[in-house]
């Protein structure tokens, strides 16, 4: 998620342009379709020769390896995050909330994890803000959220055709991850990081855990047994598109478009993600996967209308 990244941001950390423009249109585009991307990933890793840990390893590896040449003028940043707040953005982001997804997307579908990840951070972002806070959400958002919290519903009674896993359970991992990629937005907007810094926060300490946890054998990895051609896709989805793409082009939109409007337009990512997933994965679009898809799709809008 894309992380698919979901908004991150609010008017106090960029400026939105009074009037919208192509640029920003074709911005939040790229971020979108690679939002999808993530969800379709998620689920392919089981039916490719990689393990979780391989893509997680492409996930943080490649954009940390990448964007060292930043460290320097990101430093001084870097160092004035106070520990809680990092706390937040690694673990909403970071190697925590890839494994719990990738948990989930086993046991569900690609619906399952675009809706319930993306879909629902309205309603995580709420509950973690009060939770820290105690701000409680405007009644002029509930509509929005209600919405939501009934595509979920709709959602856990859809069983997907996976063969295998525990419905109950995965759309358990993908609301966990949900929540703590609302820890991540909240943590974000509180550290004040540019879309750079972001990033190096989330991958660095990711990449240095995934070489311990390689390094000691921890983890099952398939490296040497999978070739090139298998494991590109998760290169240009999860290393370079989720990775680095969707985090500059979604800060560019709202630059050009604003917040709200962004993540009005962003909500569409379920939809293609699902939509996708059929000819490309085989899943099927049931009437209950697609109410509860289109139920949270339209609770996202509206929360963000609001």
Known sequence: MSIITSPQTDAGLFRPSASGNLAGYAAIAVAVAIWAGFALSIRAMGASGLTTADVALIRYGMPA?????????????????RL??????????????????????????TAHVSALIAGT??????????????????????????????????????????????????????????????AYTVGLRRTGLDAIGCTLLVTLPSFVILAGLFAFGLVTTHFGRFSLGEAMPFVLVQGLGVGIVSTLSYAMAITRLGPARSAVIGSLAPVLATLGAVPLLGEALTPVVT?????????????NRA
Request: charged share 10%; aromatic share 8%.
């Open 291 to 303: 109410a509860g898809v289109c139920a949270i799709t339209l609770g996202v809008v509206l929360a």
């Open 121 to 182: 951070v309205p309603v995580s972002v709420a509950l973690v803000t009060f939770l820290l806070t105690g701000a409680r959400v405007p009644v002029r958002r509930m509509g929005g959220l209600a919405g939501i919290v009934l595509g979920v519903v709709a959602l856990a009674f859809a069983q997907p055709q996976t063969g295998h896993g525990d419905i109950g359970r995965g759309v358990a991992m993908l609301l966990a991850a949900s929540l703590l990629w609302g």
């Open 65 to 81: 390896l990448l964007l060292c040449p930043f460290i320097p003028s990101r430093w001084a940043m870097l160092r004035k995050v």
């Open 84 to 109: 809680s707040d990092a706390l937040m953005v690694f673990a909403g982001a970071g190697l925590p909330f890839f494994w719990i997804a990738a948990a989930g997307g086993a046991a569900t579908s």
